[in-house]
């Protein structure tokens, strides 16, 4: 069953626009991580925020994370084409195990 | 390092017919994952292996999905006999043995049933 669910589902923005997308999910967790797919490839690991983080950075992406809501939201700032992808968060249970992906957001930047 | 492995990129058969995927993970991750993503869908779990044992394969159709990891190292992944809703990507990844590793994946063997 999933545990994240991220919206939007499908976004489109211009180059050099920011671009924000969120994750819910329903259960407690250990840590809550953020992948993105390129058409026809496998999923990348970007960026992963613990149970006890609020916000965590990384050149420029931005997650944050509220347990009390459980929600996290993922910034990209400054996009570019490149970032054209879908992006996924992905879940795991208290024991780090059970990784779980939410039906993903897919993100158009247009030059 | 060398990344995930997979092979065949892309497998079309005809329904009732079995196909085998294979997977090699990266050097000393001890967990694999086989996923199924479905076109537009996020990956769903298969099956996760730690070493050569099954930890989770709740979710595997075992009537017609089956898996093993020789050796807990590489590992196949079978379908017999497949239906028209097996079509979809199948993606292997691998994990360290550590709490908050990040799943490496390979970029997935492309199904289609016909």
């Known amino acids: 069953s999933q545990q994240g669910e991220e919206d939007p589902q499908a976004l489109s923005i211009q180059e050099g626009e920011n671009a924000t997308m969120n994750c819910s999910y329903k259960t407690s967790i250990n840590n809550l991580q953020w992948y993105r797919q390129n058409s026809g490839r496998g999923l990348v690991h970007l960026i992963l925020?613990?149970?006890?983080?609020r916000e965590k950075h990384s050149g420029r992406l931005r997650v944050t994370l509220d347990t009390s809501k459980k929600s996290s939201s993922l910034l990209i700032t400054a996009s570019r084409a490149a970032d054209t992808a879908s992006y996924f968060c992905?879940?795991?249970?208290?024991?780090?195990?059970?990784?779980?992906f939410g039906p993903g957001t897919r993100l158009s930047v247009l030059p | 390092e060398a990344g995930v492995a997979q092979s065949p990129r892309y497998k079309i058969i005809e329904k009732r017919q079995s196909v085998a995927f294979w997977c090699n993970p990266i050097s000393g991750h001890a967990t694999l994952y086989w996923y199924q993503q479905i076109l537009g869908q996020g990956p769903k779990l298969l099956i996760q292996?730690?070493?050569?044992?099954?930890?989770?394969d709740s979710q595997l159709p075992k009537d017609r999905f089956s898996a093993e990891r020789l050796k807990g190292v590489d590992s196949t992944l079978k379908i017999q006999p497949a239906k028209l809703e097996d079509s979809a990507v199948y993606l292997c990844a691998s994990s360290l043995d550590r709490e908050g590793s990040p799943l490496h994946f390979g970029n997935g063997t492309r199904l289609t049933v016909t």
């Open positions: 292996f730690q070493n050569n044992g099954v930890v989770d």
């Open positions: 925020i613990r149970s006890n983080e």
């Open positions: 992905a879940t795991t249970d208290n024991y780090g195990q059970n990784f779980v």
